[in-house]
């Protein structure tokens, strides 16, 4: 049930959003010059009745809060672009497809790439991997917000300087 996948890596991707009612993705900090490719098959997913959005793709800023101009392409598109620091794995739940790469999935040098179609699999991976909200801060299925002064995105925050858990929704550049 899990490939690895070697070639054709952006076609397989589209195809699995083409077929997904749901996509979660989680992009670590690095290339995502793979992400307008899928950008058709993202907008075109549609939402549901529960009033989520359908589509929740995590992005992680660098420290300064400044996204790639790939996800605030895609986020101008209509796609629900998140920040969100840290993003520890690189992986996607496209539908009943998981798939992880060992490097930024989006990127250059994605390097090992699984793809796992399995329906139970996906939904115990989109369950663990999915972000509640709390404290104010939105959470998978959810639009971001810009920050009031500068209208950088504001980052759902994990951690704090200590690695310890801490939920925060709060603008890199202007810290409110
Ligand atoms: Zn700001």
Same mark, same amino acid.
């Given at each position: 049930?899990?490939?690895?996948?070697?070639?054709? =890596?952006?076609? %397989?991707?589209?195809?699995?959003?083409?077929?997904?009612?749901?996509?979660?993705?989680? *992009? $670590?900090?690095?290339?995502?010059?793979?992400?307008? &490719?899928?950008? $058709?098959?993202?907008?075109?997913?549609?939402?549901?009745?529960?009033?989520?959005?359908?589509?929740?793709?995590?992005?992680?800023?660098?420290?300064?809060?400044?996204? $790639?101009?790939?996800?605030?392409?895609? %986020?101008?598109? +209509?796609?629900?672009? %998140?920040?969100?620091? $840290?993003? *520890?794995?690189?992986?996607?739940?496209?539908?009943?497809?998981?798939?992880?790469?060992?490097?930024?999935?989006?990127?250059?040098?994605?390097?090992?790439? =699984?793809?796992?179609?399995?329906?139970?699999?996906?939904?115990?991976?989109?369950? &663990?991997? %999915?972000?509640?909200?709390?404290?104010?801060?939105?959470?998978?299925?959810?639009?971001?917000?810009?920050?009031?002064?500068?209208?950088?995105? *504001?980052?759902?925050?994990?951690?704090?300087?200590?690695?310890?858990?801490?939920?925060?929704?709060?603008?890199?550049?202007? +810290?409110?």
């Amino acid at each position: 049930m899990t490939e690895l996948v070697e070639d054709d =890596l952006v076609a %397989r991707l589209r195809d699995d959003v083409k077929r997904a009612a749901t996509v979660d993705m989680w *992009l $670590p900090r690095g290339s995502l010059r793979n992400l307008p &490719a899928l950008l $058709p098959e993202l907008t075109a997913v549609r939402n549901g009745d529960s009033g989520a959005e359908s589509v929740t793709v995590w992005v992680e800023p660098d420290p300064d809060g400044h996204l $790639p101009v790939e996800a605030l392409q895609a %986020r101008w598109e +209509g796609v629900n672009i %998140r920040a969100c620091l $840290p993003v *520890l794995e690189s992986c996607a739940v496209l539908g009943d497809v998981v798939w992880s790469s060992s490097e930024p999935l989006l990127g250059t040098e994605p390097g090992v790439v =699984l793809r796992t179609e399995y329906r139970a699999f996906a939904d115990a991976a989109r369950r &663990a991997q %999915r972000r509640r909200p709390g404290a104010g801060v939105p959470g998978s299925g959810q639009l971001g917000e810009d920050c009031g002064h500068c209208r950088r995105m *504001l980052v759902r925050y994990e951690q704090d300087r200590r690695g310890r858990t801490d939920l925060r929704h709060e603008c890199a550049s202007c +810290g409110a």
